[in-house]
């Protein structure tokens, strides 16, 4: 079995800034996302990355920047933080996209902006 | 685009009582579906999938059937324990498409 690493698991930051999240898996799986979670409005997809070097847009990526320079790892930015913006990141990762694969998750990664 | 719709945001049952949490779903192609199921502190986990119609899906004594006339995979469970109590996600997957979409989640509470 694999793992995905998400750090750090609670990030705190100010009012416009940059803030950085990680994750890492270890299934060797080419495509990894970055969903945002906020409650009663299920799992927002925000970037995608079908293969290294790869970054696709989702339904919400005005506001972050995502960065995927190796197959194991995927970073996601919050380019400037909102004012008391509290959300879950959800990064996961997947053998393949669309009918043929399933999602495997990492933790979670818990933004306040005070 | 394509959705997912779960009409249920709550769901409060007691031990033994049988659940349903419906979803309904809409795609341009021929999608496949799944369940999640998310603890509190943890990510979702995969529950289980079906990939074409009237193929059932079943994994921990949940189950669903893909209904591509209702547009459905509804979530059942024939009796339910305190420790089902989590957040339940209908998602899909389309052809030649690596997103997957997913509902609002259906928070489900048992109480013994």
């Known amino acids: 079995g694999g793992i995905i690493t998400q750090t750090p698991k609670f990030l705190i930051g100010q009012e416009g800034q940059k803030l950085t999240l990680k994750c890492q898996q270890n299934?060797?799986?080419?495509?990894m996302y970055w969903y945002r979670q906020d409650s009663g409005k299920g799992l927002r997809l925000i970037y995608y990355?079908?293969?290294?070097?790869?970054?696709q847009k989702g339904d919400l990526s005005e506001g972050y920047d995502a960065s995927r320079e190796k197959k194991s790892s995927f970073s996601l930015t919050v380019t400037s933080a909102q004012k008391n913006e509290m959300a879950v990141f959800l990064c996961?990762?997947?053998?393949?996209?669309?009918?043929?694969?399933?999602?495997?998750f990492g933790e979670g990664s818990k933004l306040t902006v005070l | 685009g394509d959705s997912v719709t779960q009409t249920e945001g709550q769901v409060a049952l007691s031990e033994e009582d049988f659940l349903t949490i419906h979803c309904n779903y809409s795609?341009?192609?021929?999608?496949?579906l799944f369940w999640y199921v998310q603890y509190p502190g943890e990510g979702p986990q995969f529950l289980f999938r079906?990939?074409?119609?009237?193929e059932k899906g079943s994994s921990r004594g949940f189950e669903a059937t893909y209904n591509k006339e209702t547009t459905s995979f509804h979530l059942q469970k024939a009796s339910v324990q305190e420790s089902d109590s989590a957040v339940y996600y209908c998602?899909?997957?389309?052809?030649?498409?690596?997103?997957?979409?997913f509902g609002a989640g259906t928070r489900l509470k048992v109480i013994a």
């Open positions: 299934f060797n799986h080419d495509t």
């Open positions: 990355s079908i293969t290294e070097n790869d970054l």
């Open positions: 996961a990762s997947s053998i393949a996209g669309g009918r043929t694969g399933q999602l495997y």
């Open positions: 079906a990939s074409r119609d009237k």
């Open positions: 795609a341009s192609g021929y999608p496949a």
């Open positions: 998602a899909l997957g389309d052809t030649g498409n690596y997103k997957y979409v």
